[in-house]
């Protein structure tokens, strides 16, 4: 099946900072990718679908100036938690289609990046 | 909107079988997907159902019906690493049914 990776894994820092995490499809191209977000013990949020040489699209109640979504390329998508407070503190997962073939319906998951605000 | 029931836990012996239920509410409807999230871990697609019935992959099915908005996984010979949580998902109409809207989540708990 296809594979989508991110990077970092896990990342703490301090409040006030900013961290951006990497989400990569590694063998397909992917116009379209996914950003969700997980509390622990819940379920998975869609926070926002980033497009790749347009503006990313927002979930309601998604602040777009603090969560900055960069799709610069069909196997590159970046989220940067802007000015980051212990409340984003999350398990952030990005996904994508490969859209076509046996895996028509299927959604690759990225391993998801563990973000600890101190 | 879209929202989707299932219950939030379920306990089973290893070799038993076990079944996950899941409604589901949306305004428009694209298939149902089943999906398993290790602790920790990323989610990693079980099954799809596009049309009513059962569908089968080795231990697992997904069952559908339209009519009643209504679906459940099932799991047989459960191993102990089953263990994990199962969620139903629909697909998105506002994002070309490629994002999806996941239930709350099942957690499975396998015991010996």
């Known amino acids: 099946g296809a594979v989508v990776s991110q990077h970092p894994s896990w990342v703490i820092c301090k409040s006030g900072t900013s961290v951006k995490i990497e989400c990569r499809s590694l063998?397909?191209?992917?116009?379209?990718m996914f950003w969700y977000r997980q509390f622990p013990k819940q379920s998975l949020m869609l926070m926002a679908t980033s497009n790749e040489g347009s503006k990313a699209t927002y979930e309601q109640g998604v602040e777009k100036d603090k969560f900055l979504i960069n799709h610069a390329s069909l196997t590159l998508s970046t989220l940067t938690v802007t000015s980051a407070h212990p409340e984003d503190s999350s398990f952030y997962i990005c996904?994508?289609?490969?859209?076509?073939?046996?895996?028509?319906?299927?959604?690759?998951f990225g391993p998801g990046t563990r973000l600890t605000v101190l | 909107g879209q929202s989707l029931e299932q219950p939030s836990e379920v306990t089973a012996v290893e070799g038993a079988i076990v079944q996950i239920n899941c409604t589901y509410q949306?305004?428009?409807?694209?298939?149902l997907s089943w999906y398993q999230q290790h602790d920790g871990g990323a989610p990693t697609f079980l099954s799809y159902?596009?049309?009513?019935g059962l569908e089968e992959t080795g231990r697992f099915s997904s069952f559908l019906s339209r009519s009643d908005s209504y679906g459940y996984l099932l799991l047989q010979e459960l191993q102990m690493k089953d263990s994990a949580s199962y969620f139903c998902a629909v697909g998105r109409r506002d994002t070309g049914r490629r994002a999806l809207t996941f239930g709350s989540g099942t957690r499975l708990q396998v015991q010996p």
């Open positions: 996904s994508a289609r490969v859209g076509r073939g046996r895996s028509y319906n299927e959604q690759f």
């Open positions: 159902n596009a049309l009513d």
């Open positions: 949306t305004s428009g409807f694209y298939g």
């Open positions: 063998d397909f191209q992917a116009t379209t």
